[in-house]
């Protein structure tokens, strides 16, 4: 059980197009998902949480115009990047929390990479 | 806030032989710590946790302890196999939403 997943598992963009990245929970409800992204050989940076049905929370520093993020459904999230830049280019994981429990799990991420 | 120290950065163990890894946190307040494992290019997978309110916890080879007053909490692999090699990332979860304040990882290698 616990099972998340992304799509798409990598995307090459060209700078100033959106990327779409999708998470899914797949066997449970997923009552608060979380967006990092990770650069080569360092932790995970959290970005923004979102509840089912609510505005996503973003950290300090991460633009909330540029790093769409939805969570329409206790399944679904979506994060879109718009206008996407080289430097925008990162693996960017999603994780998923079920109702009352703490643990958090997480799908298998995106690699981005913008030319 | 939160900040959450990890030791070492890398660990080079012979096969067979146990590793321990360590962190600590800042901030009392934190009641939920989870390790996870990290395999090249892929998302961290949630391998053992612990509650405020336990001490230790066993999982086959892997157990974590937690010393609340030390703000302490360690990840123990006994009996390492070649698969055990990976980053190891733990955390303190914080706030309502439960947001999870990672340690820096610690990269594990098993030597044959």
């Known amino acids: 059980g616990a099972v998340v997943s992304q799509h798409p598992s990598r995307v090459i963009c060209k700078s100033g197009t959106s990327v779409k990245i999708e998470c899914r929970s797949l066997d449970f409800q997923a009552t608060t998902m979380f967006w990092y992204r990770q650069f080569p050989k360092q932790s995970l940076m959290l970005m923004a949480t979102?509840?089912?049905?609510?505005?996503?929370?973003?950290e300090q520093g991460v633009e909330k115009d540029k790093f769409l993020i939805n969570h329409a459904s206790l399944t679904l999230s979506t994060l879109t990047v718009t206008s996407a830049h080289p430097e925008d280019s990162s693996f960017y994981i999603c994780s998923a929390r079920g109702g009352a429990g703490y643990e958090q799990y997480f799908g298998p991420g995106t690699r981005l990479t913008v030319t | 806030g939160e900040n959450v120290e990890q030791h070492p950065s890398t660990l080079s163990v012979q096969e067979g032989d146990s590793a321990v890894i360590k962190c600590t946190y800042s901030d009392s307040a934190s009641n939920y710590f989870p390790w996870y494992k990290q395999e090249l290019g892929k998302g961290p997978q949630l391998i053992i946790d612990i509650r405020s309110n336990v001490g230790e916890k066993k999982d086959q080879r892997i157990a974590v302890t937690l010393n609340k007053t030390a703000k302490h909490f360690s990840l123990h692999i006994t009996e390492t196999q070649p698969e055990d090699s990976a980053v190891y990332f733990c955390?303190?979860?914080?706030?309502?939403?439960?947001?999870?304040?990672w340690g820096a990882g610690t990269k594990l290698i098993i030597k044959p």
């Open positions: 979102s509840n089912e049905g609510s505005k996503a929370t973003y």
């Open positions: 955390a303190a979860s914080l706030g309502s939403n439960y947001q999870l304040i």
